[in-house]
Structure formats: structure tokens, C-alpha cells
């Protein structure tokens, strides 16, 4: 038998069990899933609430004023309180999306190695 064939045929006798790993390996992943996904629809959830709340207390400001300067000074406080809050929720929930990613891929990686092309 030729070298090539040697490895053709051990790669093939492994196959099955490597198999049966990445399907663990999947379903480990999937059970982790849910879990993640509850922490990124609560991160946005929460943060629906205090953008919400923070509206409304603007308003609310905003209905009693008196004055044109009072009401930029209003305006521009919630604007720039907005934006702050914007950044850092989307900060916080953008890392929540990569240990998603990170946790769903981990289980492949030996998988991807496994199939990564030796010397032809």
C-alpha cells in the first residue's frame, strides 16, 4: 500500500469516532446557548427600560420649563447622557455577542484541525 493510501485509509478508520466527537462537541455548544441568549435579550431588555425611563424624565423636565436657555441646557444634558449610555450599553452587549461566538466555536476547534490539509 502507498503512503498516500496509508493515509487516506487511517484518515477514513478515524473518521467515525471524530464523528461522534463534533456531535458532542455540537451539543455541548447548543446547551450552552440558551443561556447566552437569555443574557444578550436581558442586556437589551434592561437597557430598553433605562433609555425608557430616561425619556420620560425628559420630558417630564423638558414640560416645565420656562425658558428657550433652559430648555437647550435640558436638551442637551439628555442628548449627551443619551449617547453615553448608547455607547456603553452597546460596548457591554457587543461583548456579550462574542462570548457567544466564542463559547459556540470553541467545541470545533479540534474539529478544524483535524481537517486541516497535511503534506499531499
Avoid: W
Avoid at 500500500?1 to 455541548?28: K, L
Amino acid at each position: 500500500m502507498s503512503n498516500a493510501n496509508q493515509n487516506n485509509a487511517t484518515r477514513n478508520s478515524s473518521q467515525p469516532q471524530d464523528s461522534r466527537e463534533q456531535i458532542h462537541a455540537a451539543a455541548a455548544s447548543m446547551n450552552s446557548f440558551p443561556g447566552d441568549f437569555h443574557a444578550i435579550v436581558t442586556a437589551y431588555s434592561d437597557y430598553a427600560k433605562k433609555s425608557f425611563e430616561d425619556t420620560r424624565s425628559f420630558v417630564e423636565k423638558l414640560s416645565g420649563v420656562k425658558s428657550i436657555d433652559k430648555a437647550i441646557e435640558i436638551q442637551t444634558e439628555f442628548a449627551k447622557s443619551a449617547f453615553e449610555t448608547y455607547m456603553a450599553e452597546s460596548q457591554k452587549i457587543g461583548a456579550l455577542y462574542r462570548d457567544l461566538a466564542t463559547q459556540s466555536c470553541k467545541p470545533f476547534g479540534g474539529f478544524l484541525a483535524t481537517m486541516t490539509p497535511t503534506n499531499r
